[in-house]
């Protein structure tokens, strides 16, 4: 992943940190764009993104962003990973 993106991801968890979940949802909205540009559609990167995004969505209580996020994470981890993978 290109340092760009890790850049992204590590301003919005500063953000998460913070509290400032607008801007760490921004961060990461940038980070998942640059992602689903270089990555595979099914890459476990794109799914920890989509997750990370579901639970900020949860705490500004957008629900209905907050289940799209982690439906698009569900399944890339359903076609990535085997039935009794830990994950």
């Given at each position: 992943?290109?340092?760009?993106?890790?850049?992204?991801?590590?301003?919005?968890?500063?953000?998460?940190?913070?509290?400032e979940t607008?801007?760490?949802?921004?961060?990461?909205?940038?980070?998942?764009?640059?992602q689903l540009?270089?990555?595979?559609?099914?890459?476990?990167?794109?799914?920890?993104?989509?997750?990370?995004?579901?639970?900020l969505y949860?705490?500004?209580?957008?629900?209905?962003?907050?289940?799209?996020?982690?439906?698009?994470?569900?399944?890339?981890?359903?076609?990535?990973?085997?039935?009794?993978?830990?994950?």
């Open positions: 992943v290109s340092k760009v993106i890790r850049n992204w991801l590590l301003i919005g968890k500063i953000h998460a940190v913070l509290h607008d801007d760490a949802i921004s961060a990461y909205e940038e980070a998942l764009e640059l540009n270089i990555l595979t559609n099914d890459h476990l990167d794109l799914a920890e993104t989509y997750s990370i995004l579901g639970n949860i705490q500004i209580n957008q629900m209905d962003e907050a289940q799209t996020n982690f439906l698009q994470c569900f399944h890339i981890r359903m076609k990535r990973l085997s039935p009794d993978h830990p994950e």
